[in-house]
Each structure stands twice: as structure tokens, then as C-alpha cells.
């Protein structure tokens, strides 16, 4: 740590409070060493902001996407003015190259297992997410929202999905998404207009699936 801060090719940038050093999933790996202030280190699953931790003078933030090349794994935001030492991404590879080729592999494959853990982490959140928008779904197929048809239970697609976005208050590009899902899943069924289901039980191993995790819930 001690070469690259002496490295002449280094670089002192400031950020403001509110200003950012890297946002999540943009493909940048440059790293960096703060000088001063702090900065907070969060990632965005579900449209809900996750705090992840607060970084202060003399720690190195951003160094998995500078280690494996890949997008930022989480959002790095100035809490106050703070310092921070550059170094660049290629730079930082010919620093990588210079320390023995055993210490690289295992720095990769730590970063490979945080990755992992992140990939799984929004997984499960996605997971929980278009579980309670499938309940929601169950619920609409026994209300007047619900039209029977030849086809099936079909719901206004356009309706349906904007009441989920009052009652979740999550973006609709989420609710869009695990729609598809459900589709892909063979849950229901997707046209331009409407949400159509086979039955009315039709989500029902879904809307299991949340009341159970509700009834698990510690009582205090």
C-alpha cells in the first residue's frame, strides 16, 4: 500500500457531500483510498436502499470491481467533503502483476465468493418480492378487478399494476419484471392487456410461501 501511495502517477480527488465515486452496477474499477471524510456504501435491491457500511479516513473502497474487472457490486456516496486518492484501473492491474501470481488468486477467488454472496442476497430479494406481488395477485382474482372469462381470471394489466406500485412502493420496472417472471414460471399468463390466470388458485403456492414466512417471524 505504501508504493501506491508514494506512486508519483497518483491522483487527490475531492468529492462534496452527496457526491459519488462509483454507483452500482456501472462498469468502472478505478480504486480508492481516502484521505479524509467518510463515505457510505450502499446497494439498491427492490427500489429499497441497503445499507451495506460506512467507510472512513485511511480505508479502500471500490477494490472488487478494481480486483476482478467486473461492475460495481455497490453504491459508494460522500456523507461529508472527502479526499481520496485515485488510482486508475489499468494502473492498478500493473500494481496486480507485480505481487506474486498465489496472492492473485486468492484475492479472486475472495472476490468471486463476495459476488456470490451478492448474486444470491438479490435472489432471494427478488424472490420475496414477486412472491408478495403474487399474493397481491390472489387477492385481485377475488374482487370485482377480476373478470372470468373463456381464457380465465384476467385482470387490466395496466390497473393492476399501478395498485401494486400504491401498495408495495416499489417502481413499476420491478413489478414488471417479476410479472414476466411469474409468466416464465407458468404461474399465468401475459398479453399487451391483461394478467390471466388459469384459476383463482392458481398463485396460491406463492401466497403459501409469504404468510409462511410471516407466521415464522419472531414474536417480541
Known amino acids: 500500500m ?5 506512486n508519483d502517477r497518483r491522483r487527490i480527488v475531492t468529492f462534496n457531500p452527496g457526491e459519488y465515486l462509483f454507483h452500482q452496477d456501472e462498469m468502472t474499477q478505478d480504486l480508492f483510498i481516502l484521505k479524509s471524510g467518510s463515505v457510505r456504501i450502499y446497494k439498491t435491491e427492490g427500489g429499497v436502499e441497503i445499507d451495506l457500511d460506512m467507510v472512513g479516513a485511511g480505508n479502500v473502497v471500490g477494490e472488487i470491481a478494481s480486483i476482478d474487472g467486473g461492475c460495481r457490486t455497490a453504491s459508494g456516496v460522500a456523507c461529508e467533503k ?3 486518492i485515485v488510482i486508475p484501473a489499468a ?59 373463456a381464457e380465465g381470471f384476467v385482470l387490466d394489466r395496466k390497473i ?21 417472471r411469474l409468466h416464465r414460471q407458468g404461474f399465468l399468463r401475459l398479453d ?4 390471466i390466470l388459469s384459476s383463482r388458485e392458481a398463485l396460491d403456492p406463492l401466497t403459501e410461501k409469504v404468510f409462511q414466512s410471516t407466521t415464522e417471524l419472531p414474536v417480541t
Open 91 to 149: 494502473e492498478f492491474k500493473c500494481i496486480l502483476t507485480s505481487i506474486p501470481e498465489w496472492f492473485r488468486k486468492i484475492a479472486l477467488i475472495l472476490v468471486q465468493r463476495l459476488r456470490e454472496v451478492d448474486s444470491r442476497i438479490s435472489r432471494s430479494i427478488e424472490g420475496e418480492r414477486t412472491n408478495h406481488i403474487a399474493a397481491i395477485l390472489s387477492l385481485f382474482a377475488f374482487t370485482d378487478l377480476c373478470e372470468s372469462t
Open 82 to 84: 472527502c479526499e481520496a
Open 2 to 6: 505504501e508504493d501506491i501511495l508514494e
Open 160 to 180: 393492476t399494476e399501478y395498485q401494486i406500485v400504491d401498495l408495495l412502493n416499489i417502481p413499476l420496472g420491478e413489478i414488471t419484471a417479476s410479472l414476466e
Open 192 to 195: 399487451r392487456a391483461g394478467i
